[in-house]
């Protein structure tokens, strides 16, 4: 049974950094494609990053130059560090699973979801 497990959200003030975590488990981690979305109250899931076992990331525009994505495959875990949050970053934060090669910024191409971490951004 393929498990996803996020963990790191939080509080924090307008600036501030977070790192969220992402353990996998159920799955040989390294060939799938990892991405993090997120969902603020009211609003649809949004792509946030993504990254291919290549190494290749992807980011949306409003989150490049602040977060970063990256992966351990030896953990079995993928990351996100976010730093000079804003109060617009407040979301639920999902990290999904991608077997297969496809775009990597629409939810519908992913296979395997987490529960999500809440994330603050206070001003």
């Known amino acids: 049974q393929v498990q996803l497990a996020e963990s790191g959200g939080g509080l924090v003030q307008a600036g501030g950094s977070l790192r969220l975590s992402c353990a996998a488990s159920?799955?040989?981690?390294?060939?799938?494609?990892m991405g993090w979305f997120r969902q603020a109250p009211g609003k649809e899931r949004e792509f946030v990053a993504a990254t291919r076992s290549a190494g290749n990331t992807y980011y949306t525009d409003s989150v490049k130059g602040r977060f970063a994505i990256s992966r351990d495959n030896a953990k079995n875990t993928l990351y996100l560090q976010m730093s000079s949050l804003k109060p617009e970053d407040t979301a639920v934060y999902y990290c999904a699973a991608m077997a297969w090669r496809r775009l990597p910024y629409d939810a519908e191409n992913y296979d395997y979801w987490g529960q999500g971490t809440q994330v603050t951004v206070s001003s």
């Open positions: 159920g799955l040989t981690f390294s060939p799938y494609a």
